[in-house]
Every structure is written in C-alpha cells, then in structure tokens.
C-alpha cells in the first residue's frame, strides 16, 4: 500500500510541468528606427528575461494606431511620433519616455534646381511641396523663418509624402512642379536616390525645431501594471543601448533593412546607415534628464519640445485645445527603472547574471502585424522556478505519504 501511494504521488508531482506564460504586453509601433528597438530587444530575450511575453503590432501611421488603444483597447504600449502623443495625451494614452530624436530626419528638402538656387532672395512665387500640418510642416516652417522669410508669402502645395517626391521629379521637359519640399525619413532618402542632384538644404536639428517620439502606454493599462510598464521600458532601453553602440552597427544594419523590409521599405544600405546616424535614441540616463521637471511652474525639456510643436498644431488647426504635457507626459516609470537595481542595470546594458541565465532569445519569423503576431518565448527563469516549486511538492509529498501509511 505504501509503495502504492508513494507512485501515486510522484506521478502527479513529478509528471512534465506545464511552462506557464509570461506576462502579456501588446507593443503598437510604426516602420522606424525607434521600433526597431523593440524588435531587438523581442528577438534578443530582452524581455522573456524579464519575464514578458511581448506581442509586436505595426500600424501605418499614427491616427489609426491611437485610435485602436483608445476605442480597442488593442494595445498595451507603443511607440509614435510626437503629433499622436500630443493627440493620445488628451485621450488617456500617457508618455512615458523619449522613443526618439527625429529632429535631423525632418527636413527642407531641393532637386537640383532648389539646391542651385536656394537661398532665393524672395520667398514669393516659390511652390514649396509639403505635407499639410505635419512635423514636416512644423520644420519646413521653422527653416524659413530662421532665412527672415515671411510665411504669408509662401506658395505652398499640400501633399502626401509619395507625391512630394513626384512634383520634386523633373519631368521629360526637365522641370518640376516643386524645386522645394518638406520630407521626413525615410522618404528623405528615397528623394536623395531617385532624384539626381537633390540634397538637404536644412533639417530641424539645424534651427533648433526639435521633433522628438513617445513612448506612450494606455492609462488604465499603467495603473493596473506599473511594475509591468518599468520592466518594458527596461528591455527596450538595453536595446537602445544594443543599437547605440558602434560595435554592433553591421547587425544593426542588418536589422533595419531586414525590419523596414518587412513593411516593403526597401532602402540602400547608405540611406539605412545614415538613417542610424541621424536618428537619436536616448539611454535611462538622458531619459531622465530630459524629463525632468524642474522651475515654478515646472517644466522638463521634454514638455518645451513637445510643446512647441502642440502650439503649431493649434495655430494650424489640427487640434482646437491642448493639454499641458505634464498632464500627461510621466517619468515615474522611468524612475522605477532607475530606482530598481537590477532594472536599471539591464536597461543600462551591463552584465545582469540572474537575468542572462534565464535570457531565451525569441524566434522572429513571423510577421510583426496584427494579423501576424510574433510572440516571445516562455521565460527561462519561470520555468526554473517551477521546476524548484515541483522540487518542493515532491519532497512534501513523500512527508504526507509517511503519514497516511
């Protein structure tokens, strides 16, 4: 009977465990290099080692990607330009970090005939191609003012990005509708290829128009999850640090076309390397600085920047009021990183030995759209802990046998 009893119970306790899943986080993005910090740091472990089981979703701008967390729910965290944060920050979706420095992407853009000419003496009678109400806009705006043109004189042509970059194209009789237009990347680098002669005449990294990215998250979702939000924010600021280091550009490289690929980006490698060069991408360190908040009333450099280009959406009529950033810019989560050692470590990119023993790196076959997930493995260090949980139950119930026989 004993004997009987003692099998009973190892076949339960020590019959194969069932992995148990990590913790769910859906992470919205678009086709840039920002979100590809997020792909690394899925395909690498970044985050099955902090126990998340990560769910990449692609969106093809920003509106349809704001308003599917606002009236779906369909996402958790994501990552988007500065006009959706601003938009989403009225709407529950709260900022919760830096994604990136587009400042130097945006720019005024010629072909042959602009480049020659620029800077004209008079502003007057000179198309300038653009999209309307854009961080393009925002830049394109800023670089003419900063040459003492008066914007009331500006002919503006309104435009999606594709077709800035036809009316910047000459034509069989050599001319263009535009020699000037207002670009963002990656279309800057598909002008620079398909356009002889076309250059940069300025970038809002060059008159101080600072156009920056968010790293956003649903409200409900951070009040629920905080230490959740902190440990996403830790997986991709190790990225950040992966894509930051010179050593690793070949891979990184490799991952951005790779990645834009994935979306039919197609790019020269030159455009991929310049894009990395130009785009910044803050570690915890500035993060925190720039989100500090500091003064009477107080306001971090984040908060002006954002600011900045919220005024120029008002003045344009994009939005009919705005919320002050610290309403809804955060870096409690942020600080949580810092604040925890082995976070702030692993998002600073140094040796974490507790979390690179459970480290399992996710396979990245699959297609990272919503129809398409691609999930992350089970974390190593949950099944670990519950091979040493059955360990326990084991022992226990041999001491539970022992006392019904």
Request: proline share 6%.
């Amino acid at each position: 009977m004993r004997f009987g009893i003692l099998q009973s119970l190892l076949a339960v306790s020590l019959a194969p465990w069932v992995p148990c899943q990590g913790e769910k986080v859906i992470i919205s993005h678009q086709t840039e290099l920002s979100s590809l910090t997020h792909k690394l740091a899925l395909d690498k472990g970044y985050y099955s080692a902090l126990g998340l089981d990560v769910e990449l979703v692609w969106y093809p701008s920003g509106a349809p990607q704001v308003k599917a967390a606002v009236e779906d729910k369909s996402w958790d965290m994501g990552v988007a330009g500065v006009v959706p944060n601003i938009i989403g920050g009225s709407q529950g979706i709260l900022g919760v970090g830096i994604a990136m420095d587009q400042s130097a992407t945006n720019q005024l853009m010629g072909n042959a005939e602009g480049v020659a000419t620029w800077p004209p003496d008079s502003i007057e009678g000179i198309p300038i191609v653009l999209s309307p109400n854009s961080t393009g806009d925002f830049v394109v705006q800023a670089c003419l003012k900063s040459q003492g043109y008066d914007i009331q004189d500006v002919e503006f042509i309104y435009a999606q990005q594709a077709e800035v970059i036809g009316n910047m194209t000459p034509g069989p009789d050599g001319t263009a509708k535009a020699t000037l237009g207002g670009l963002w990347a990656p279309n800057t680098y598909k002008l620079l290829d398909s356009v002889n002669g076309s250059e940069t005449i300025c970038s809002g990294a060059s008159v101080y128009a600072t156009v920056t990215g968010g790293h956003m998250v649903r409200q409900e979702f951070a009040e629920e999850k905080p230490m959740t939000v902190a440990k996403v924010l830790s997986g991709w600021l190790r990225a950040v640090e992966f894509i930051n280091d010179d050593s690793n550009k070949e891979e990184v490289v490799n991952a951005m076309a790779d990645f834009f690929a994935e979306a039919d980006v197609i790019l020269p490698r030159s455009a991929l390397e310049l894009d990395l060069r130009l785009v910044g991408l803050f570690g915890l360190a500035r993060q925190l600085e720039l989100m500090l908040r500091q003064g009477d009333p107080p306001n971090s450099q984040y908060d002006i920047w954002t600011s900045e280009v919220g005024n120029f959406m008002l003045e344009n009529g994009v939005v009919t009021s705005l919320e002050p950033p610290a309403t809804y810019i955060d870096d409690k989560y942020m600080k949580m990183v810092n604040d925890d050692p082995q976070l702030k470590d692993w998002a600073e990119g140094k040796s974490v030995p507790a979390l690179e023993s459970s480290q399992s790196a996710s396979t990245s076959d699959s297609s990272s759209t919503p129809d398409s997930p691609s999930p992350a493995p089970q974390s190593s260090a949950v099944a670990f802990q519950s091979q040493i949980f059955l360990a326990m139950l084991a022992s226990s119930l041999f001491f539970v046998a022992e006392i019904l026989v």
